[in-house]
């Protein structure tokens, strides 16, 4: 017992400094950006400093602004996770078989994941460009449309171009994960079930997806998440426009805080969305449990 | 008990190091900073922000800087060079503790940063400097509720470029004085079909688009904000601003991928050849020539924005003032390192990549020679510099503005309800000051 206490003790002190900077660098501002939420903390407003308790929060979840960013935001995390699972599973399905160049297919598939974000947002905006963009070349040359137009014009079309520019880039990581599970995959279970007169779509819903399921289920968390605080690409391919089309509601709450000086709402607006998060991380969660219990 | 002082001490330990490496500068500044306040013939550490891309390139402000620390032996002066986007974030992050003493700012943000007393006023500290013969655009920048927050230093506006060979096969000799005038010729020379959309725009959701919209509404006689200090949004002229942009859109006039254009675009589609017109910076005029990047060469003409019935023109400010933050702690230091830099001689020196803010020097032989026709169309368009609104809730008005000026622009919303429903919001935003 001594003993142990003293390990424990020595083991605090040496994590002492990284516990001290985790409280500075992550602690500190999470707890002052709370506080924040129920302070008027508007750089530009005369009763700057003053607890206003939950009005913050009454204001913001009382303007169509806040709602309006939330149905986006939803549309943008559900859309673009969709599409990254089921094509990332039909993606990684392809790479498992054994063709010539399958290795080399394998590792290039990783490239658009490697290209950050910022790099992909700008490169995108290029494809997209209604005056020297590659996608009205393509298009025109195709015979798809008859002249150059603006793709970015329009906010639900631009909202589903953002789509695009990210299920792009973050498919492979997908492929990645549904890879690796494919990989250790029983090849007898397929052999059986070829015997016993299984097609191949018949071994896909009864032997690969019920497999697979606890990795779409990591793929689906992890990736819901992220999509929720995207914020890079919309930065750099529309800033929120046309007419706000793509305004999420990261992007609302960076304007709030960055260009509008009202660090109170800004807070607030972090918090709804951590609230959020977390609540579709618990949701998450319980399924994954579930699946795992399932599984056992 | 040994165990647990030994446990207790490391703790200490470490979190003394920590603090000596998170404060050991600041301490050291801090007395460095009593000993200046005492005599000032101590040497003074002064730290710059600056902007790295338009305007006096990095190599111009470090050699202005040596040149005024050399004639100032006492002062330091640190340089940083940040992107435009990054100015903003750090001026707020680091005014209080007076990270920085000098910072450069848009011409945007003085009314703001004086009501969140993140600059100093130096209304009293301007009394020495002969404003007269700064260009009052410029001047009217760095004002809010009568008092001065900066000095006007970097000076830019928005021009009329043109295609001179475009306007010659069209019939026409000389640049359009009104707007009328150049939508009448932007018809003749889209029926002529010698180019599909004669005008481009930076029309896209941001600042740009309330820039362009700022020189329409201006030459059409309206105004974001009106003479009583509030907002005027559904004025006449602002109407009519609005409507023309809407009208030269549906006629194909305008280029409908403005929408999603920024002044880079606007300059890309120019230098292909395809545009007639487009307004932007003076840093097209240089970038439209380049032989490399530019189609049309020497076919690139700048021309004062046209006005409409008694105004002559109106162009915006997209001027740069040097401001001192509010924490610095050496603002007498600071201010006159800002003179230094904004003086004639050093404006005059380094006219080449920025134009200077004092009237005078534009009849300089010296400054003429740097860019003689983009002087002479200065020379007579910065007196028609406006202003976006100079009002602290401007963040949050622009944003609003750009939101319903993109929807009448793209048939969301007809311009008139546009405008009211910006300016519902704006008496929102300036009853709550």
Request: net charge neutral; aromatic share 12%.
């Amino acid at each position: 017992m001594q003993l142990r206490n003293s390990e424990g003790r020595f083991a605090l002190a040496i994590a002492s400094p990284a516990l001290l900077i985790v409280c500075f660098v992550v602690l500190f501002p999470l707890l002052t950006t709370f506080v924040y939420s129920f302070m008027n903390i508007e750089l530009i407003s005369k009763n700057r400093g003053n607890f206003v308790g939950l009005s913050n929060y009454v204001q913001v979840l009382g303007s169509s602004n806040f709602w309006l960013a939330l149905e986006r935001t939803l549309y943008f995390t559900i859309l673009s996770t969709a599409l990254e699972t089921v094509l990332g599973l039909f993606i990684a399905l392809l790479l498992n078989e054994k063709f010539w160049g399958v290795g080399f297919l394998r590792s290039i598939v990783i490239i658009p994941w490697a290209i950050p974000t910022i790099v992909n947002g700008s490169l995108w905006k290029w494809i997209y460009n209604g005056e020297y963009g590659i996608m009205n070349a393509i298009f025109l040359k195709l015979g798809l449309i008859n002249e150059y137009r603006s793709w970015l014009s329009d906010p639900f079309a631009a909202m589903n171009l953002v789509v695009v520019a990210d299920v792009w880039k973050m498919t492979p990581l997908a492929v990645i994960f549904f890879l690796a599970a494919l990989q250790s995959v029983n090849i007898t279970t397929y052999e059986a079930a070829t015997v016993d007169g299984a097609g191949p779509i018949r071994r896909f819903f009864s032997l690969t997806i019920p497999y697979m399921t606890p990795t779409i289920l990591v793929v689906l968390v992890m990736r819901t998440v992220e999509k929720f605080k995207a914020f890079d690409i919309f930065y750099m391919i529309t800033r929120g426009g046309p007419a706000d089309g793509t305004k999420v509601l990261i992007y609302e709450t960076y304007l709030r805080a960055f260009t509008n000086l009202q660090y109170s709402i800004a807070s607030t607006y972090a918090y709804l969305f951590v609230i959020i998060i977390m609540a579709l991380t618990a949701i998450y969660l319980k399924v994954l449990k579930k699946s795992e219990e399932n599984n056992a | 008990m040994f165990r647990r002082w030994k446990w207790v001490l490391s703790v200490a330990v470490v979190a003394i190091a920590m603090m000596s490496m998170s404060c050991g500068n600041g301490g050291a500044q801090k007395t460095a900073q009593k000993d200046t306040v005492k005599a000032t013939s101590s040497p003074v550490e002064l730290n710059a922000l600056f902007m790295k891309q338009a305007g006096y390139s990095e190599e111009d402000i470090t050699a202005m800087t040596t040149e005024y620390t050399k004639a100032h032996p006492n002062i330091k002066v640190n340089l940083t060079f940040v992107a435009y986007e990054e100015l903003e974030p750090k001026i707020l992050a680091s005014y209080s503790s007076g990270g920085y003493d000098v910072v450069l700012g848009d011409c945007i943000w003085p009314p703001k940063f004086s009501k969140a007393g993140v600059v100093l006023d130096v209304s009293n500290r301007l009394s020495s400097v002969n404003t007269q013969d700064i260009f009052k655009g410029a001047m009217d920048s760095v004002v809010y509720e009568g008092k001065y927050y900066g000095m006007p230093w970097l000076n830019d506006c928005k021009y009329l470029f043109y295609n001179k060979s475009m306007l010659q096969k069209a019939g026409f000799s000389t640049p359009p004085a009104t707007w009328e005038e150049l939508e009448n010729m932007a018809k003749v020379i889209k029926a002529k079909g010698l180019v599909k959309y004669p005008i481009a725009w930076s029309w896209s959701q941001a600042e740009a688009l309330i820039c362009d919209y700022t020189v329409l509404s201006e030459a059409f006689g309206g105004g974001i904000i009106g003479s009583d200090g509030k907002p005027a949004i559904t004025a006449q002229g602002n109407q009519k601003a609005l409507d023309f942009m809407v009208r030269t859109l549906k006629e194909g006039l305008s280029n409908p991928k403005s929408t999603e254009m920024l002044e880079d675009d606007v300059l890309n589609t120019f230098v292909a050849g395809n545009a007639a017109f487009g307004l932007n910076w003076t840093y097209m005029y240089a970038a439209a020539q380049d032989p490399v990047k530019s189609k049309i060469g020497k076919d690139v003409g700048i021309a004062q924005i046209p006005g409409s019935g008694a105004i002559k023109s109106a162009t915006v400010n997209g001027g740069m003032p040097l401001m001192i933050t509010s924490g610095s702690k050496h603002p007498d230091e600071a201010w006159d390192y800002i003179l230094y830099l904004s003086s004639k001689e050093v404006q005059k020196k380094y006219a080449k990549n920025a134009l200077p803010i004092w009237k005078s020097l534009f009849d300089d032989p010296d400054v003429v020679a740097t860019n003689p026709e983009v002087v002479q169309v200065s020379k007579i368009q910065y007196d028609y510099i406006r202003n976006r609104p100079q009002v602290p809730y401007y963040g949050e008005l622009s944003t609003e503005l750009q939101k319903d000026i993109q929807s009448a622009l793209l048939g969301k919303m007809n311009s008139k309800e546009a405008l009211e429903t910006a300016q519902k919001v704006a008496l929102a935003l300036a009853g709550k000051q």
